[in-house]
């Protein structure tokens, strides 16, 4: 069965610090991962996917097959990247068949 | 575009009354997908259509939910009876299957309250 967990619901830590937000997926197949954000008042929306190998807003997120983690980095935490953080799965590459997301963590970040 | 519209954005209703959520696809996509969040579950997905089609209801918690899309333009979300253990937000969201850009974009959500 397909499924995303994210162990931590709360991550606080103070402007400046590195901040790793945890992602670990079960699939049989190949997957495609994707992490969402959502700031306050503000809708969902994509931050990142694997695919791209980018950096976003300071992101980065690497695919570990083996240890089936797609854990979200950033080197130094703003006070704006407080919000709501989902890592997610996609059944088939390209193609969004299933999107399955985890129970979500929230990033406080203090000034 | 102006994005996945969903409909109504609170919602508060009386237990045992029937509660219906609606959601406006972006124009030209062909998948669709119904998500409740909750503090404890986070996103659950619910339902998703493609084409039209439902692929994948497994989510739906029990018989009082269903989901209806009768043309790509519009897809409703139905609960009834509605119970209290239902209050949550619901997002609707949509994305383009098989176009290299498979970017689920999402609704502002309905904010459910069943009292």
């Known amino acids: 069965a397909q499924r995303v967990t994210q162990p931590e619901k709360l991550l606080s830590v103070f402007k400046g610090a590195p901040v790793e937000l945890k992602c670990n997926y079960s699939y049989s197949g190949s997957p495609e991962l994707f992490w969402y954000v959502q700031y306050s008042r503000q809708r969902l929306q994509l931050l990142l996917r694997h695919i791209s190998r980018e950096s976003i807003k300071g992101f980065t997120a690497d695919l570990n097959k083996g240890e089936t983690s797609f854990h979200l980095k950033k080197p130094f935490a703003q006070e704006e990247d407080s919000a709501m953080y989902y890592c997610a799965l996609s059944a088939l590459p390209y193609n969004t068949d299933k999107l399955i997301f985890g129970t979500g963590t929230r990033l406080q970040v203090f000034p | 575009d102006a994005g996945v519209i969903q409909s109504p954005r609170h919602e508060v209703t009386e237990m045992g009354q029937e509660v219906t959520l609606r959601c406006k696809p972006i124009?030209?996509?062909?998948?669709l997908f119904w998500y409740r969040q909750t503090m404890m579950r986070g996103l659950e997905l619910l339902i998703y259509?493609?084409?039209?089609?439902?692929?994948?209801d497994s989510g739906m918690p029990e018989d009082r939910f269903s989901a209806k899309m009768p043309n790509a333009s519009f897809s409703t979300l139905k609960i009834q009876p509605s119970e209290p253990r239902d209050s949550a937000v619901y997002f609707c969201?949509?994305?383009?299957?098989?176009?290299?850009?498979?970017?689920?974009?999402f609704g502002q959500g309905t904010r459910l309250t069943v009292v």
């Open positions: 969201a949509s994305s383009q299957k098989g176009q290299g850009s498979d970017e689920a974009f």
């Open positions: 124009s030209g996509h062909n998948s």
């Open positions: 259509f493609n084409n039209n089609v439902p692929i994948d």
